[in-house]
């Protein structure tokens, strides 16, 4: 008898991924810290350390570890206003995306989003990029109950394409989010929009680190991934 084919997906974080907009994320953060009496929160920090994470998260990460549910989630929604009309007319998609899309997609690589960013923010940048059509399905904060670094966007993402996490390659820029990969088992491209490449480092489930997708051919990223398998046998 023989087996059916594995289904073999990528899940891409969007934030600093398929845009590089991290730093307008960032900019709005600040202000609303700033608001609310948090002075001289360097952009960078939020970047390093809570970039991926769901906004009441970073809100208790930042400001308050005991902020309520409901406040937490008005604030989020107040940065998040802030943010889409500090960054209209400045998010553009990542270099070589959409050809590397459409290669995945001939090759019958399944696609998904496994973001950070609640409804609102995810469809303003996928519409504004051009990219929805190209995506099978698409996870963001507000369908998991534990954002990044735990692992739930990323597996139910998986559970979504009907792949196995095994066979499931991350994009991710953000070291929550590369833990968070590793948590549901999967392998990552990390890409150099938030991070360096040496932030990487420590990271066993690194398959490759990519400035932009101009650098990498979709298919060839699943033969290194049965190769670095087949190396730990």
């Given at each position: 008898?023989?087996?059916?084919?594995?289904r073999q997906?990528f899940?891409?974080d969007?934030?600093?991924?398929l845009?590089?907009?991290?730093?307008f994320h960032?900019?709005?953060w600040?202000?609303?810290?700033?608001?609310?009496g948090?002075?001289?929160l360097?952009?960078?920090?939020y970047?390093?350390e809570?970039?991926?994470?769901?906004?009441?998260d970073?809100?208790?990460y930042?400001?308050d570890p005991?902020i309520?549910?409901?406040?937490a989630?008005?604030?989020t929604?107040?940065k998040?206003?802030?943010?889409r009309v500090?960054?209209?007319?400045r998010?553009?998609?990542?270099p070589g995306l959409h050809?590397?899309?459409?290669?995945?997609?001939?090759?019958?690589?399944?696609?998904?989003?496994g973001t950070g960013?609640?409804a609102?923010?995810?469809?303003?940048?996928?519409?504004?990029?051009g990219?929805?059509?190209?995506?099978q399905?698409v996870?963001?904060?507000?369908?998991?109950?534990?954002?990044?670094?735990?692992?739930?966007?990323?597996?139910?993402?998986a559970?979504l394409?009907?792949a196995?996490p095994?066979?499931?390659i991350?994009f991710?820029?953000a070291?929550?989010?590369?833990?968070?990969?590793?948590?549901?088992?999967?392998?990552?491209v990390?890409v150099?929009?938030?991070?360096?490449?040496?932030?990487?480092?420590?990271?066993?489930?690194?398959?490759?680190?990519?400035?932009?997708?101009l650098?990498?051919?979709?298919?060839s990223?699943?033969?290194?991934l049965?190769e670095?398998?087949?190396?730990?046998?």
């Amino acid at each position: 008898m023989t087996l059916p084919a594995r289904r073999q997906a990528f899940i891409f974080d969007m934030d600093g991924v398929l845009t590089d907009n991290m730093r307008f994320h960032a900019e709005s953060w600040v202000e609303l810290f700033r608001d609310y009496g948090l002075e001289g929160l360097d952009p960078e920090r939020y970047l390093v350390e809570t970039a991926g994470m769901k906004g009441p998260d970073v809100l208790r990460y930042f400001l308050d570890p005991d902020i309520s549910d409901p406040d937490a989630e008005r604030l989020t929604e107040l940065k998040d206003f802030l943010y889409r009309v500090n960054s209209r007319g400045r998010i553009t998609a990542m270099p070589g995306l959409h050809p590397f899309l459409e290669k995945a997609r001939q090759a019958g690589i399944l696609l998904g989003v496994g973001t950070g960013s609640g409804a609102k923010n995810t469809a303003y940048v996928l519409d504004l990029i051009g990219v929805s059509h190209f995506f099978q399905a698409v996870v963001g904060s507000h369908q998991v109950k534990e954002g990044k670094p735990a692992p739930d966007i990323f597996l139910r993402a998986a559970e979504l394409l009907g792949a196995d996490p095994a066979d499931c390659i991350v994009f991710e820029d953000a070291i929550p989010g590369i833990e968070a990969a590793a948590r549901a088992g999967m392998n990552c491209v990390a890409v150099t929009t938030t991070n360096s490449g040496e932030a990487f480092a420590p990271y066993s489930n690194i398959l490759d680190v990519i400035d932009d997708f101009l650098q990498v051919n979709p298919v060839s990223l699943f033969d290194r991934l049965h190769e670095s398998r087949t190396a730990t046998l």
